[in-house]
């Protein structure tokens, strides 16, 4: 390309980007070809590249996920050892529901990058969706040691640590990460966990009021907590208390399907299963196309001796999925009651 025709593309540009990245992604990449330039300029090639990833990042955050892609294939295609090419295409891999590449392309700018904190994590976030977990406890342990006042990176080291049952590790790391920001509800929850599984319910229940602390009550993960606050005291063979902080939460929100669980097993804790039914009906009514639901309402009508009702909710749960297995098991329980 000539000296001429830089200039001419260069103004071109100017002009265009004022409009927005949008339109200069288009041409760039129909006109900026570096493999095809006999003699470029080293400071435009970097300033063009730059642009480039800008526009890819400005179709990913607009979700245009097509075109970053071609945009980025390009790039990479010229040069392939670019660390924020590759990161950004791993963001596109993540959008096209493709975490195995999408690791890859990390692990390409991580060779690049290798103090990546940040890049290291998301690696790790991949490798552990993708049931890597050796590769996951790898990343984040490296972007601990990379970044060690970044809380996030300890608690997602003893999410690992906790899948592969090491929970002495986990532990130290939770207790990393609540030295570094103990404000960190989900690693009281965590902690809640750990103490459960090694049977000590009063430290667990401890643990998860800890986190319900630290929670406002308009959070989403409020209830979350609530519903393993309840399922700790059932645990611990109190499902009066179970019930009673269940009952606090809004109508609504016990029409869930999984809060209507909890409310259920409470009641049935207590031989209670008509009540247990009416929290299945509730939340059957408030999600109608959920044939487990109904089907649960139907196993506890038939255990409050109400085959009438349990037949009703058979026939909802069975024309919603009767290859449900629980919609399976309500059948045969109502046709051995029949005997």
Known sequence: MSQNNIMSLRIGLIALTIGGTLIFAAIWFT??????????????????????????????????IPQAKKILEAILKDFPSDADAH??????????SNPVSAYEHVVRALEVVPSDAEAHFLAGRLAQETHKLDKAKYHYTQAGMLAP??????????????????????????????????SL?????????????????????????KAL????????????????????LRRANDPDSSLAILMQLPVEARSRVDVAEHLADSYMMKGEPA?????WTDAFSANPQNAQAAAQAGICFLRADDRQRAQQYLGLAERLDKHNP?????????????E
């Open 31 to 64: 006109v900026y070809q570096p493999s095809q330039t006999k003699a470029p300029d080293i400071a435009q090639t970097r300033k063009n590249l730059q642009e480039a990833r800008e526009a890819a990042l400005h179709y990913i955050t607009s979700d245009q």
């Open 213 to 232: 602390e630290q929670t406002p009550d308009d959070d989403p993960k409020h209830i979350t907590y609530l519903l393993q606050k309840s399922q700790l």
């Open 185 to 209: 509800a989900v690693a009281y929850s965590m902690q809640a966990e750990i103490a459960a599984r090694r049977g000590k319910l009063d430290m667990a229940i401890g643990q998860i009021n």
């Open 87 to 96: 990161l950004l295409m791993a963001k596109v891999m993540i959008a096209e």
């Open 275 to 279: 009540k247990a039914a009416i929290a």
């Open 149 to 182: 006042n970044e809380a996030k990176y300890p608690l997602y080291l003893a999410s690992v640590l906790m899948e592969q049952t090491d929970l002495d590790a986990a532990q130290l790391q939770l207790l990393r990460t609540l030295r570094l920001d103990a």
């Open 326 to 338: 629980t919609v399976r098991a309500l059948r045969k329980a109502v046709e051995d009651s029949a």
